[in-house]
């Protein structure tokens, strides 16, 4: 059975720092791109970030370029999100994905986020 | 960038009855568009891809239509358990990227 496990998440004054990990079980985890998704209170989701199969390509929505760095360690099969320069608006419930579908020259075919964590909850607040 | 709307961001219906929603593009996206439901306090779940292939498990009540810019996603005979709010999704190829509908949330009149 697939799981995803995020871990992490808390209470961190703006300007600060979190890495945010996701533990991945029951699956070939190297075979996936994996994605960052995040859901503010109240609000509707957002994606974060990306990253293939072996750590080579990363993608950012534009609010977190330059703060947010998505890696992976296929040796541990993990995930993670390194946040800095936090801000009151990257207060959210976190969710690691998985991506199914594949990437080729440039070209994607039937990307879909087919498998969920619980989500980890990042507050931002002084 | 490409925008994603959804109407309507809400709506109450009864049990049986056939609900639709729709989700527009602002430009060309072929058939790259998920529909997502995403049940209160729950992490969201794939219901469609490719804008009309039903998700493994998915039951088959739930439908998506649509090409280009205007899609349609259904729920022929709604159910109490569908209670829920839905999202639609467009990728990008180059590089790989994601938007999000705003969302509509479903309730039971």
């Known amino acids: 059975e697939v799981q995803l496990v995020e871990s992490g998440g808390g209470l961190v004054q703006p300007g600060g720092s979190l890495r945010l990990s996701c533990a991945a079980t029951g699956f070939t985890f190297s075979n996936y791109w994996m994605t960052w998704v995040r859901q503010a209170p109240g609000k509707g989701l957002e994606w974060v970030a990306n990253i293939n199969l072996i750590g080579s390509e990363t993608n950012y929505v534009d609010s977190v370029k330059g703060r947010f760095t998505i890696s992976r360690d296929n040796a541990k099969n993990s995930l993670y999100l390194q946040m800095n320069s936090l801000r009151a608006e990257d207060t959210a419930v976190y969710y690691c994905?998985?991506?199914?579908?594949?990437?080729?020259?440039?070209?994607?075919?039937?990307?879909?986020?087919?498998?969920w964590g619980q989500g980890t909850l990042v507050t931002v607040s002084s | 960038d490409i925008q994603m709307t959804q109407s309507p961001s809400s709506l109450s219906a009864s049990v049986g009855d056939r609900v639709t929603i729709t989700c527009q593009a602002s430009q060309d996206i072929s058939n790259h568009l998920n529909w997502y439901q995403q049940k209160p306090g729950k992490a969201p779940k794939v219901l469609i891809y490719?804008?009309?292939t039903l998700q493994t498990g998915v039951p088959s009540r739930f439908s998506g239509s649509g090409s280009g810019t205007d899609f349609t996603f259904t729920i022929n005979s709604l159910q109490p358990e569908d209670i829920a709010t839905y999202y639609c999704k467009h990728y990008d190829d180059l590089p790989p990227s994601f938007t999000f509908g705003p969302g509509t949330k479903v309730d039971i009149k």
């Open positions: 490719d804008a009309s």
């Open positions: 994905t998985t991506v199914a579908g594949s990437c080729t020259n440039g070209v994607c075919y039937s990307l879909h986020f087919d498998s």
